[in-house]
């Protein structure tokens, strides 16, 4: 089975970056010069995927106009003759088809990923968070994991070690060691109190689903925060059929969290082809002073 599709939820509240992200999307924060979303797209549409399904809310349109053609923006600039900046935002809409569906009530990240079922079908898809970015030198996170799926045709997720204080955190699997970077899943808990787990092993926004998630979600009962957790629904899928934890090449940033934002802006601009090397001399001029 190929995966062709890539569902990816923005319909939470975004209560962490309050008060910025009460009347603009979080996810359409700026990283240096383009929105969070944008990267994450770019990073769909790099690794080969089709489609992409959007699990929106009210008060998200600006998510779905910042990938829509512009009939006037692009008028305006062709008269301006700013023909550059008019490839650049026609480049946006044409990066790939785009699907929108309502979660019709903020109930979890689960809740959200169910209710793109109608949409996906029966054929496993990918799912990128929102606001997790992932900053790679090689592949992109979701093109390594789409290469390990080749391999395995199993339900992944993506992981990172964190500290034993960051566990309680994050969804945190255990599992065996297949080979460097590849685990069988044997359990996984959502924020684990300290000391209830031995693994460091944290899951991230990443993940390819077997469809078979729809239905365990469609039973799944509210679980931490009252909310209808995929954790929980990943723990049943496991129990079913194998699954697999990815320890993947490259940096995640939780660019929903105000201190990972900024970490990831400069990450991103140490990157950035024509900023980098003066945001670097800054930094440097900035961190001597400190
Ligand atoms: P978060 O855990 O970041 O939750 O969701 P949140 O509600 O967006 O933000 P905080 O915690 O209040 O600050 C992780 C991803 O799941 C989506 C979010 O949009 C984000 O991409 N999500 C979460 C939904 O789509 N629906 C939900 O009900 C919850």
């Given amino acids: 089975m190929k995966v062709r599709k890539a569902v990816i939820p923005v319909a939470g509240l975004g209560t962490r970056f309050l008060p910025a992200s009460k009347a603009i999307p979080k996810e359409m924060l700026t990283i240096v010069d383009r ?7 770019e990073e769909v549409v790099a690794s080969g995927i089709e489609v992409i399904i959007f699990i929106t809310s009210e008060g998200k ?11 006037e923006l692009d008028t305006l600039l062709r008269q301006k ?22 979660q019709k009530k903020p109930l979890g990240l689960g809740h959200a990923i169910w209710s793109a079922r109608n949409v996906v079908g029966n054929e496993p898809f990918l799912v990128l968070l929102g606001d997790d970015l992932v900053l790679s030198d090689n592949l992109p996170c979701s093109q390594q994991m789409l290469n390990l799926f080749e391999e395995v045709q199993e339900s992944i997720v993506a992981i990172q070690q964190v500290t034993p204080e960051e566990a309680s955190q994050y969804g945190i699997v255990e599992g065996e060691k297949l080979r460097e970077g590849v685990y069988q899943v044997k359990r996984m808990v959502e924020k684990p109190p300290p000391g209830t787990t031995d693994s460091d092993l944290a899951i991230i926004g ?39 934890a990815y320890q993947f090449e490259g940096t995640r940033f939780d660019a929903g969290d105000k201190l990972g934002y900024l970490k990831a802006i400069v990450a991103f601009a ?17 961190c001597a002073s400190l």
Avoid: W
């Fill in 81 to 102: 003759n700013k023909l550059d900046l008019c490839e650049e935002v026609c480049h946006i809409s044409n990066l790939i088809d785009i699907i929108s569906v309502r």
């Fill in 270 to 286: 140490l990157r950035h082809p024509s900023l980098g090397d003066d945001f670097a001399g800054h930094l440097k001029k900035v």
């Fill in 206 to 244: 990443r993940y390819i689903l077997q469809p078979e998630i729809f239905d365990i979600l469609g039973k799944t009962t509210p679980g931490h925060g009252g909310e209808i957790q995929l954790t929980d629904a990943l723990q049943a899928l496991a129990k079913r059929r194998s699954m697999y």
């Fill in 61 to 71: 349109s600006a998510i779905e106009n910042h990938f829509d053609y512009d009939f």
């Fill in 35 to 41: 929105p969070t979303i944008q990267y994450i797209v």
